[in-house]
């Protein structure tokens, strides 16, 4: 039952939504059909591909591969301690492990802390472009301290942020011990950047798999339920997950033990799935850099709010067509909806 407040919220985010009905009855927030999201499709769009990868904002900027490469040099260059020589890492001591994890925690505070700051505690564009006109729970018996925001901030930082700092320090043990395949910009400048372009597509396949996977009743009862208490998510939701499914979701680095590669490599593998969430869970379509502009700079988080809302869809991104594929895609279409509706018996609004 909505109380007067969020009454008087929804009924104002009706009017100012750019003078278009996008809310529904529900006061839910229909940004646009996805479709022309989708890179991939049949037949092949050359110009939309084209405005995809090399657009902006879009693959590689401001938040996708490119950048995430230039935060993996910079922390390899000045952020890590002991990078000057590999033998370094041989042994794990704590004198280049804490300075990790300090640092790890640090990025993800000022990654999901700033988003969460401007839209959730300020709430600087108020409830435009907001896919659900309501405001995350602060007495829910379901999270953590009954309050979402803290249940998702305790589960990202203790859980999240450790199993990340774990995966990268056991990545550079591997290098300093020979265990991995070590190669430089220099000395395979070929192989370098071809893995570079590889990584950001077995990112998204790996990632289809393990949620794919974690959607088997036994592991979703054990695990993957965590993650999905959030139906109404924000930043902090993004990497709020169970130990086991952090295990599991950042468990990317295996292809590393096939592939000769180079510590950039295995920190754009790392960062970018802790960071990026937290962008990807704003549940705003757009995110406004001037107070009263008509468009915001889109963060494409639409395709993974439907799979919060429905759950049985949209497992994977929007890069890699598998959901598409593998049948499970919902393109935000009615008769998508409708599709959704009848093989998983969802009851008519
Ligand atoms: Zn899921
Ligand atoms: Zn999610």
Redesign the pocket.
Known sequence: MATAQQEVERSAAIEIDDGSATRDARGEWRPRILGKALPFRWPVQPRELFRFFLGFPGFLWPFGAAAHYGLAAATWRFLQPGSGQLSHFSHLSAGWIVPMYLRNLVMLLLVAGTLHIILYWRRLQGTRFKYNSRWPGTHSKIFLFNNQVRDNMFWSLASGATIWTVYEVLMLWAYGNGWLSFITLYSNPVWFVVLAIILPFWQDVHFYIV?RI??WKPL?DAA?YL??RNTNVGPWSGLSMHPIEHILYFSRWVILFVVPSHPIHMFYLMQRPALNPALGHTGFDRILLKKDADRGMSVDSYFHYL??RY?ECN?GTITVPLDRWLGSLHDGTPESLERMRRKRRIPAE
Do not use: C, V
């Open positions: 949620h974690s959607h979703y993957h993650h999905h799979h919060h759950f497992y």
